[in-house]
T-cell receptor, first 112, second 113 residues
Framework: DAEITQSPRHKITETGRQVTLACHQT?????MFWYRQDLGHGLRLIHY???????NKGEVSDGYSVSRSNTEDLPLTLESAASSQTSVYFC???????????FGQGTRLTVV | GENVEQHPSTLSVQEGDSAVIKCTYS??????FPWYKQELGKGPQLIID?????GEKKDQRIAVTLNKTAKHFSLHITETQPEDSAVYFC????????????FGKGTKLSVKP
C-alpha cells in the first residue's frame, strides 16, 4: 500500500544546530507540504512543493528550508534551530487541488 | 490570504448526542473544504470533504454543510460514540493554489459514555 513516512519520530537537538526532518511518500504525488502543529495554533503551513525542483514558502517559513530533488522526498531543514521551533511537524502529500491530502505520523522536535 | 476560523475549541457531549463544529473562511474564491480527524499521536486523516458547487454532503453519521454566501461550513456528527473523541480540523483550499490547505485551529471533541 502507498504511504507517507516521516523520520525520525522524535528528536532532541540543541539551539543553533542544523536539523533535517525526512519525508518520503510512495503515492507518486506531485504535491508535498510541511506543517507545524502547536497548541492554540492548529496546523500552519511552512513550505510546499508542486513538483520536482519547485518549492514555495508558506505562512511560517522563516528559519526553514526545503528542497525537492525527486517526486518521493521533501526534506525539511532547520538551518539554526531555535527554541521557538520546538513543535510537532507533519508532512503531507496530495495529488492536486481538491484531492485528499495524506499526512505522515509526525515528528516531535524539541530544541533545548 | 485565506483565514479560517473554527469554533468551538473544545466540545463535550454525551454518547448518542449530536456534535456540531463550525468554521468560517475569508477568501470567497476558495472552493474545497475538507475536514480532518486527528487521534492522539497520529497524523490528521480526512473524514469528509465538500466542494463549493455542493451545499451538503453525508457519509453515514457525518455530514458537512456549506453556505457560500455566508462563507461558513459546518461538520455534523450524529449518534456520537466514544471513538469519535479526537481533535477535528476544518480547512479551506485557497483559489490559485494547487492543493494548499489553510487549517482552522481545531476542536477537541470528547464523547462521554
Amino acid at each position: 500500500d502507498a504511504e507517507i513516512t516521516q523520520s525520525p519520530r522524535h528528536k532532541i537537538t540543541e539551539t543553533g544546530r542544523q536539523v533535517t526532518l525526512a519525508c518520503h511518500q510512495t503515492w507518486n504525488h506531485n504535491n508535498m507540504f510541511w506543517y507545524r502543529q502547536d497548541l492554540g495554533h492548529g496546523l500552519r503551513l511552512i513550505h510546499y512543493s508542486y513538483g520536482v525542483q519547485d518549492t514555495n514558502k508558506g505562512e511560517v517559513s522563516d528559519g526553514y528550508s526545503v528542497s525537492r530533488s525527486n517526486t518521493e522526498d521533501l526534506p525539511l531543514t532547520l538551518e539554526s534551530a531555535a527554541s521557538s521551533q520546538t513543535s510537532v511537524y507533519f508532512c503531507a502529500s496530495s495529488g492536486g487541488r481538491g484531492t485528499e491530502a495524506f499526512f505522515g505520523q509526525g515528528t516531535r522536535l524539541t530544541v533545548v | 490570504g485565506e483565514n479560517v476560523e473554527q469554533h468551538p475549541s473544545t466540545l463535550s457531549v454525551q454518547e448518542g448526542d449530536s456534535a456540531v463544529i463550525k468554521c468560517t473562511y475569508s477568501d470567497s474564491a476558495s472552493n474545497y473544504f475538507p475536514w480532518y480527524k486527528q487521534e492522539l499521536g497520529k497524523g490528521p486523516q480526512l473524514i469528509i470533504d465538500i466542494r463549493s458547487n455542493v451545499g451538503e454532503k453525508k457519509d453515514q453519521r457525518i455530514a458537512v454543510t456549506l453556505n457560500k454566501t455566508a462563507k461558513h461550513f459546518s461538520l455534523h456528527i450524529t449518534e456520537t460514540q466514544p471513538e469519535d473523541s479526537a481533535v477535528y480540523f476544518c480547512a479551506a483550499s485557497p483559489w490559485g493554489s494547487q492543493g494548499n490547505l489553510i487549517f482552522g485551529k481545531g476542536t477537541k471533541l470528547s464523547v462521554k459514555p
